[in-house]
């Protein structure tokens, strides 16, 4: 017991904490708080420390406000482009056109803003904040208090089912043992005792204390708070995770270099035009309209919109399939992830003890065995059918079950007449039932080398496929009293049972799949070597390339930067791990080109999800790694990433795709208009007809193709290169293909109006307005796939065709309907026209795909 210290000091030098106070006898950490353990803290004392650290509680992460979210959508360059122009529009007084724009800038902002509010308004439903009750010992006297009111100095004391209410240095412990999973990654509860531990330990390894929101499994205990709130491990490892920076998505990458290569468009292509037709004598109005309509034409006005919407979509198929997207740029993330870093217990494995493996003795009866497991077991079932208790003992119980064994039924009938608790010391547990001792322990506790043999050898064979073995044994209760030592003699083994947390169903699956399609798996967990090490062995990460090296937290920490950067190519399981080893790895993957994606759910993992490209947390895991995270597995099925990341792929090649189209049609309209300023022709497209066009065909279409659905072979293919641009130099060279034949459409068009067929100017535009949004529309097929037919499996897209007759209403409306025809600048035009632009309209189309079938017949 601890010597008797001072229960007060002065109010200007009250303690609040103290340094390594796992290595330090608890006598030292009393002294430092200045606490007696047998009394307690008085209460002026208590009210002096809490003026001084403040409420045992942890900084709760408040959200983006809601402000912030719609700015988030405002400050999306390509808006800021649109708003520019609509500006510009309404200065040179083109007000409708301005009108037009800041309702694609409205609808676009909306969009986005109700998408990612909802998605926050999710995660505060899975908010589960639980109150903590703390027994604690103060001016000599127990009572329960809020643990919210701990301060530096209290005692108090824990039992098994409770929940840490602060950080605590052990003062005297029965047989207690802690889950710490959550926290450390430890899969097994961890066996805690008063003595000192060396300084430079791991968190896990620290048994000498007990940290906040870890659980008590088993036995009892007291101990000293020495840290409260921000101060407690829990509370250092939120703030870590507070300082990681996350970057920005590839998406918003690539859209961010199109807007600023577009903005450079705008500007250069604007002063050109307007200086060739100011030297071309042209009149000042007429080279302001072209110049309008070329600022008209370069800005894609659906492209905000149908990115937006893309990724909307895509997740509402994501929370379909159990996985709830916190920010919409993680969705295509996903689709570029090179590395995913996964914690391993309770993400590659269940978090819960399983028998996998049993060897029953010579002539041993299998139902005594299980029998034994049952009845020599502090392990019981809540009300709700939920486990409590040590998962080991639980383990047993759901093996005895499956066996056929009523183990409850059992308990009610026989009663317990004597129990010698499991101890830490001695490794063992016995229990008088019926007449029957029943015994289990370590099986070196139990079994005779020479005796025993096969037994021995066989949990050795468990032992190192890092197994957690117990030894089952029974004898006839021996007359009269004797000493609980002697319960252990003369005993007759039944076997040796070998348990383990087990991979999650279809993990392994899952791992093989991510292998196929380019991406590794790393082991990161604060478990022990041999554990990670036979979990990784089953879930055959060396299939990866994989030396088989297994790098603890202590040697990581001696480990340069440079030395770290050649672990983290070929090493696959980081173990023993802290959550700044964690984050350190992470850093050095992304500083090597890597998008990373962590997958987690304990507090420990936070750093590491807050840092990553794409944080990935369990929905059963804690609130602090959930608020860490950009996407949520509710399921808590790490099989769930292979479908987010074949999410993300498609939906990478369908914005890429979509793009394509989008910005072939801008391209038509630049050189169209372009070429009417250098060739002296008027403007074949007038400025709100650009803008009509760009409407209809830039979101109806292209969300279309961002809606087609997967080919089915992207999970066989690599990752896309990080630095990889959206529009790659073979998308680029598609596009301006595509682009130019709709452009030869429209000057032909235009040409053949004014000279074959003798239409004025504007009937000449109706013409060219014709020719090209129709040409281009079809284009859409040339567009859905790079080779082969473009109408194969066009059924399947069934939002193909919706769009597609929508928008020929759309653009029958705008060359019919009298009002628009005339607000848009249109005329009617006669029969021969009609001829002239549908025929036109199917060049693009036609030489395309016969190309194409020439091509591939050449093949």
């Known amino acids: 017991m601890v010597g008797c210290m001072p229960s007060t000091t002065p109010p200007d030098d009250s303690p609040t904490g103290v340094d390594q106070p796992h290595a330090q006898s608890a006598d030292e950490v009393a002294g430092a708080l200045g606490v007696d353990p047998d009394v307690g803290l008085s209460a002026d004392e208590v009210e002096r420390r809490r003026d001084r650290v403040g409420r045992n509680v942890l900084e709760e992460a408040s959200g983006e406000p809601w402000w912030q979210l719609l700015w988030q959508q405002l400050a999306n360059p390509v808006v800021v482009l649109l708003v520019v122009a609509g500006v510009a529009g309404l200065l040179l007084g083109e007000t409708i056109e301005a009108i037009a724009i800041g309702v694609v800038v409205v609808a676009n902002t909306v969009v986005g803003f109700l998408t990612e509010l909802k998605a926050a308004r999710s995660m505060q439903a899975l908010r589960g904040l639980v109150s903590t009750v703390a027994e604690v010992e103060r001016e000599d006297r127990r009572d329960e208090v809020d643990a919210a009111e701990l301060v530096p100095g209290d005692v108090v004391g824990v039992e098994a089912g409770e929940r840490v209410p602060a950080d605590l240095r052990l003062v005297e412990c029965d047989d207690l043992r802690v889950d710490e999973a959550g926290l450390t990654g430890e899969s097994e509860p961890v066996a805690k005792g008063p003595a000192p531990v060396d300084a430079d330990v791991t968190i896990g390894d620290r048994t000498s204390m007990l940290f906040t929101g870890t659980t008590v499994v088993q036995g009892r205990g007291r101990g000293i708070v020495v840290a409260t709130g921000q101060r407690t491990e829990m509370g250092r490892i939120a703030e870590l995770a507070a300082g990681a920076e996350q970057g920005r998505a590839p998406l918003q990458e690539g859209l961010d270099q199109l807007s600023g290569r577009l903005a450079m468009v705008v500007v250069v292509g604007a002063a050109v035009l307007l200086g060739i037709g100011l030297l071309r004598g042209r009149d000042v109005a007429e080279v302001v309209e072209v110049a309008v309509a070329l600022a008209i034409a370069v800005v894609p006005e659906g492209l905000p919109a149908v990115a937006t919407l893309t990724l909307a979509v895509g997740m509402r198929r994501m929370a379909d399939a159990d996985a709830l997207v916190r920010r919409m740029p993680a969705v295509e993330t996903l689709g570029s992830t090179t590395v995913v870093c996964s914690d391993k217990t309770g993400t590659l494995t269940r978090n819960q003890m399983d028998v996998v493996d ?86 070196e506790a139990l079994l005779d080398r020479d005796a025993h043999a096969e037994l021995i050898e066989a949990a050795e064979r468990m032992a190192g496929r890092a197994l957690r073995t117990l030894a089952i044994a029974r004898r006839p209760a021996p007359d009269g009293e004797v000493a609980d030592d002697d319960l252990f003699d003369d005993l007759e083994l039944l076997g040796v049972v070998g348990m383990q947390d087990p991979p999650r169903e279809s993990a392994e699956e899952a791992v093989a799949t991510l292998h196929t399609a380019g991406i590794r798996t790393v082991m990161i967990t604060g478990d022990r070597p041999d554990t990670a090490s036979a979990i990784a062995d089953e879930m055959q990460l060396d299939q990866q390339g994989a030396d088989g090296r297994v790098v603890t937290g202590r040697e990581l920490r001696a480990m340069s930067d440079e030395e770290l950067a050649d672990a983290v190519a070929d090493v696959e399981v980081f173990a023993r791990v802290e959550p700044a080893h964690k984050l350190r790895i992470i850093e050095a993957l992304q500083a090597a080109g890597e998008v990373v994606a962590v997958t987690g759910d304990g507090v420990n993992d936070a750093p590491a999800l807050q840092q990553a490209d794409v944080g990935v947390a369990m929905g059963g895991g804690t609130d602090v790694a959930r608020e860490a995270s950009d996407v949520v597995l509710l399921d808590d099925r790490f099989g769930t990433i292979e479908v987010a990341v074949e999410e993300g792929r498609r939906i990478f090649e369908n914005i890429r795709r979509f793009a394509q189209f989008l910005f072939s049609w801008h391209v038509a309209e630049v050189v169209v208009v372009a070429a009417s300023v250098v060739v002296g022709f008027p403007a074949p497209l007038a400025g709100l007809m650009i803008l009509w066009n760009n409407l209809v065909i830039d979101v109806l279409p292209s969300f279309a193709l961002a809606l087609e659905p997967s080919a089915g072979d992207s999970m066989r293919k690599p990752p896309r290169d990080p630095a990889e641009p959206l529009l790659d130099r073979a998308t680029v060279r598609r596009l301006l293909s595509y682009a130019s034949l709709v452009a030869a459409v429209g000057l032909a068009a235009f040409w053949i109006g004014r000279v074959p067929l003798g239409l004025d100017v504007d009937q000449s535009r109706t013409l060219t307005f014709l020719a090209m949004s129709a040409g281009q529309v079809l284009t859409v097929f040339n567009v859905r796939t790079d080779h082969g037919s473009g109408f194969a499996g066009a059924t399947r897209n069934r939002w193909l065709w919706l769009a597609l007759a929508t928008t020929a209403v759309l653009e029958g409306l705008a060359l019919l309907l009298p009002p628009l025809r005339d607000v848009l600048g249109l005329a009617s035009i006669p029969a021969t026209a009609w001829l002239a632009g549908a025929g036109l309209a199917l060049a693009p189309l036609a030489c395309v795909q016969l190309t194409r079938l020439v091509r591939d017949r050449g093949r």
């Open 358 to 443: 049993v060897v029953l003795a010579d002539g041993a009866d299998e139902d005594a065995l299980w029998r034994g497991a049952a009845l020599c077991n502090d392990a019981d079932v809540d009300p709700d059918g939920d486990p409590v208790g040590d998962p080991t003992e639980v383990a047993l119980l759901h093996a005895a079950s499956e066996h056929g064994l009523d183990w409850r039924t059992l308990r009610e009938e026989q009663g317990r007449d004597r129990a010698v608790p499991f101890d830490s010391e001695s490794m063992r547990m016995a229990v008088v039932v019926d007449g029957t001792v029943h015994v289990k322990g370590a099986p």
